[in-house]
């Protein structure tokens, strides 16, 4: 919509990030578009609040609807007990802005996101992983209270948008990996069972996009030296 219908406005001089997010254009107007804002630019050659020259940058543009929907969690759980899963549609309005909102010393989530970036058009493209060393799973690691889960919902949400193009849909398995565990003999492998069949399903389908997160891994891996 936005390259048939779009236009090109050239402006002499500097232009400051913060002044493209106020460009005024009918397709930008609030009842078609709630919220503009520049989320990623590359810190080797540019800041927010720096100046740009029109010949200095390029815009990559996603145009995305959030979804409303409740987190749906597994209906089989204990009674009194912790759902073993909860599986989010996204982008969701539950990670929106989330990944705006992570400030770290070092620019992990640049790398962070391009690693998973990677991985994603290695396995579009069908690289073998024999010839390229590559691995669609990531592990973070740290103190309690650092952000790791949230950093995990937030890449998520994030990749949900640029691989809009790719996949018509896109999900968030939460896993509570202390909850698979159950005081009955043999049920925790039920559930571990009966949790993956389910990541089976969604994996079926080859235009949709899944993210599995599993929190307290700690609970079910134990380190290695």
Not at 91 to 105: I, K, M, N, R, V
Request: hydrophobic share 40%; net charge negative.
């Amino acid at each position: 919509l936005l390259e048939e219908r779009g236009s090109v406005t050239y402006v002499e001089g500097p232009l400051t990030l913060s002044a493209i997010e106020q460009v005024e254009h009918p397709l930008l107007a609030p009842t078609q578009v709630a919220i503009t804002r520049i989320v990623d630019t590359d810190p080797a050659k540019f800041r927010i609040g720096g100046l740009l020259m029109s010949w200095q940058y390029s815009l990559a543009v996603h145009a995305y609807q959030v979804s409303e929907e409740e987190a749906a969690e597994d209906d089989e759980c204990e009674e009194g007990g912790v759902p073993s899963f909860k599986e989010w549609v996204l982008p969701s309005t539950a990670t929106e802005g989330l990944w705006e909102s992570l400030y770290y010393d070092s620019a992990i989530k640049l790398r962070l996101l391009r690693y998973a970036t990677s991985a994603l058009l290695f396995a579009e493209h069908k690289v073998d992983p024999n010839l390229v060393s590559w691995n669609r799973v990531v592990l973070l690691h740290g103190p309690p209270g650092t952000g790791k889960t949230s950093l995990c919902k937030a890449l998520a949400h994030k990749l949900a948008v640029r691989f809009s193009h790719r996949y018509r849909a896109a999900s968030l398995v939460e896993v509570n990996a202390h909850s698979l565990f159950s005081k009955w003999f043999s049920e925790s492998g039920k559930q571990v069972s009966k949790l993956f069949s389910k990541i089976g399903e969604l994996i079926e389908e080859p235009d949709v996009l899944v993210f599995v997160l599993i929190d307290e891994i700690e609970s079910l891996a134990a380190a290695r030296t």
